[in-house]
T-cell receptor, first 115, second 113 residues
Framework: GAVVSQHPSRVICKSGTSVKIECRSL??????MFWYRQFPKQSLMLMAT?????????EQGVEKDKFLINHASLTLSTLTVTSAHPEDSSFYIC???????????FGSGTQLSVL | AQTVTQSQPEMSVQEAETVTLSCTYD???????LFWYKQPPSRQMILVIR??????QNATENRFSVNFQKAAKSFSLKISDSQLGDTAMYFC??????????FGAGTRLTVKP
């Protein structure tokens, strides 16, 4: 079964609202999680690295005030898209590293559609 | 900065035939991991194969094998006895030790009956 759970799988929201996406590691403690964004027919682009108990590290060009990341526990990281606009519509995927075995596991992704 | 290049946007192969997907990367690191991921229409990322850079032996997983050329920074994926279920996007990925994973642009593979 899945070792990383991502929720919701699909969300539709109105422009100007905020949306929260959750990423949970189910059977390991993930000190580091990653958030990716994927536009149609394109690759996964790293948005930020989420570290438990500290601030996230954002990639160049990613607005940290727009994409709020919280990693308050060893099994949960959240991505909040604030004041969403249609151009934020995309597929968002999280991944979590199991530090014991050094492997990365991916969530099933969230399709965000902003009307 | 590390970059991953997949120069084949689309590939096709007849069922039961063999196909090779290309990937090159650029890094100054000596120790790292390389991966091939499959992304079907469900968009779930599925690990196909993984290679540790310090291992000279090419990784193999059933019908999937890689040709890892460290000096040339090349990491191609060979799919033998292609099946219809192999139709998907394939991403080559690079990850330094304990760091984040970077992906190539992807190759869309179609297996024809």
């Amino acid at each position: 079964g899945a070792v990383v759970s991502q929720h919701p799988s699909r969300v539709i929201c109105k422009s100007g609202t905020s949306v929260k996406i959750e990423c949970r590691s189910l059977d390991f403690q993930a000190t580091t999680m990653f958030w990716y964004r994927q536009f149609p027919k394109q690759s996964l682009m790293l948005m930020a690295t989420s570290n438990e108990g500290s601030k996230a590290t954002y990639e160049q060009g990613v607005e940290k005030d727009k994409f709020l990341i919280n990693h308050a526990s060893l099994t949960l990281s959240t991505l909040t898209v604030t004041s969403a606009h249609p151009e934020d519509s995309s597929f968002y995927i999280c991944s979590a590293r199991d530090p014991m075995i050094g492997k990365l596991f991916f969530g099933s992704g969230t399709q965000l559609s902003v009307l | 900065a590390q970059t991953v290049t997949q120069s084949q946007p689309e590939m096709s192969v007849q069922e039961a035939e063999t196909v090779t997907l290309s990937c090159t990367y650029d890094t100054s690191e000596n120790n790292y991991y390389l991966f091939w991921y499959k992304q079907p229409p469900s968009r779930q990322m599925i690990l196909v194969i993984r290679q540790e850079a310090y291992k000279q032996q090419n990784a193999t997983e059933n019908r999937f094998s890689v040709n890892f050329q460290k000096a040339a920074k090349s990491f191609s994926l060979k799919i033998s006895d292609s099946q219809l279920g192999d139709t998907a996007m394939y991403f080559c990925a690079f990850m330094p030790l304990n760091n984040d994973m970077r992906f190539g642009a992807g190759t869309r593979l179609t297996v024809k009956p």
